[in-house]
């Protein structure tokens, strides 16, 4: 038993459960995939976010309507109130195009989200501003945390709202950014992907306080042997048996580890 606390990497904080676009018991990135991930007791929800026609954030992750609403054009050519009419079909379920308004007074109370912005190379406003003007609006800025794969859009975000979480989801064909790129990256947590997660890769972030969480895992082996190497939280389309992986690990709450690092500022 000694052996096992001293080879496995120190946590930074908890690891944490987030529901992959909510959950698969909803079309993905609606309110009823949420409601999943909340009677799962996920510890997050995570959402992505693009621009309507008239720049209001909607949640949603494809810029292409084909695939959910059986819609021919994008994101981009509908306005919010029109993206509101269609109807989303995905693995039996049904659902409808959420406001980013919308969504967070739907969580207000019972889940904290991970908010990513997405682009479609289309908008004519400023994704980062309208997402944390609708945040501030919402009066959520405290029960949110954010990232990006657009790495520009992750800071700009860190530029509008230095006190907000804000993080860099990476994947594995990143185009060759060394270790050390990496955790040089101005930037408050790692997003990986199944095919990066490594024990020296993972420790090497938590020596540099910098946590990773990793997407997108359904299979309770690999949770656990990913939670073995250290990282700070399993995102997964089953946000119940992430859960169940992360229950048996201890450490100090995420909300506390970020009011640390950000300097006990109030708006986290």
């Not at 992750?61 to 009419?85: C, I, M, N, P």
């Not at 090497?204 to 042997?225: I, R, S």
């Amino acid at each position: 038993i000694i052996t096992d606390i001293f080879t496995v990497p120190p946590g930074l904080h908890a690891p944490i459960a987030v529901g992959h676009r909510g959950s698969a018991q909803g079309v993905e990135n609606t309110v009823e995939a949420v409601q999943g991930a909340i009677d799962a007791g996920a510890d997050y929800a995570e959402i992505d976010v693009l621009l309507s026609k008239d720049n209001v954030p909607m949640v949603i992750h494809d810029a292409d309507l084909s695939r959910l609403a059986g819609t021919r054009g994008g994101v981009y050519d509908f306005t919010a109130e029109e993206l509101q009419k269609l109807t989303l079909s995905q693995n039996g379920f049904t659902g409808r195009i959420s406001t980013l308004e919308e969504m967070l007074g739907f969580c207000d109370g019972k889940i904290r989200l991970v908010v990513e912005l997405k682009t479609h190379g289309r908008e004519s406003g400023d994704v980062a501003a309208l997402v944390a003007e609708t945040v501030e609006r919402a009066g959520a800025g405290e029960r949110c945390i954010f990232m990006s794969i657009d790495y520009a859009m992750a800071q700009r975000l860190r530029e509008l709202r230095p006190q907000w979480v804000v993080g860099y989801c990476v994947y594995g064909n990143v185009g060759g950014l060394s270790t050390g790129a990496l955790l040089e990256l101005d930037v408050d947590f790692l997003t990986i992907e199944e095919s990066m997660v490594n024990p020296r890769f993972v420790g090497q972030c938590l020596q540099a306080g910098l946590p990773v969480y990793v997407w997108t895992v359904d299979d309770p082996g690999k949770m656990e042997t990913y939670l073995k190497t250290g990282v700070n939280g399993i995102v997964s389309d089953d946000p119940a048996l992430a859960k169940e992986a992360v229950s048996g690990y201890g450490g100090e709450p995420m909300e506390e580890f970020y009011r640390w690092q950000k300097g006990d500022t109030p708006d986290f």
